[in-house]
Nanobody
């Protein structure tokens, strides 16, 4: 079994910062890409940022220059540093990881989500 556990969400004023963390645990051989997605009420889930096993990153246009994704492969953890937060960043943020396990195909796993609320 594999679990992704997120932490770091909360309430912050516009212009503030938050740092999200997501740790993967369980029977893991290796982790390929990891990423963060978000879903606001009434909206579809959307990509925020991804990072490959080699460290290449990709960001949604709406967060470029404000958010930074990083990972610690020794800890199976991905981070999202969010600066200059705006009310429109308010959403539930989900961690995603493409994980290689023993004797089975690689597959995506999701965290349970963490709420980020930015007040104006």
């Amino acid at each position: 079994q594999v679990q992704l556990v997120e932490s770091g969400g909360g309430l912050v004023q516009a212009g503030g910062s938050l740092r999200l963390s997501c740790a993967a645990s369980g029977t893991i051989l290796s982790i390929n890409a990891m990423g963060w997605y978000r879903q606001a009420p009434g909206n579809q889930r959307e990509l925020v940022a991804t990072i490959t096993g080699g460290g290449s990153t990709n960001y949604a246009d709406s967060v470029k220059g404000r958010f930074t994704i990083s990972r610690d492969n020794a800890k199976n953890t991905v981070y999202l540093q969010m600066n200059s937060l705006k009310p429109e960043d308010t959403a539930v943020y989900y961690c995603n990881a493409n994980i290689r396990r023993y004797y089975t195909n690689d597959r995506d796993f999701w965290g349970q989500g963490t709420q980020v609320t930015v007040s104006s």
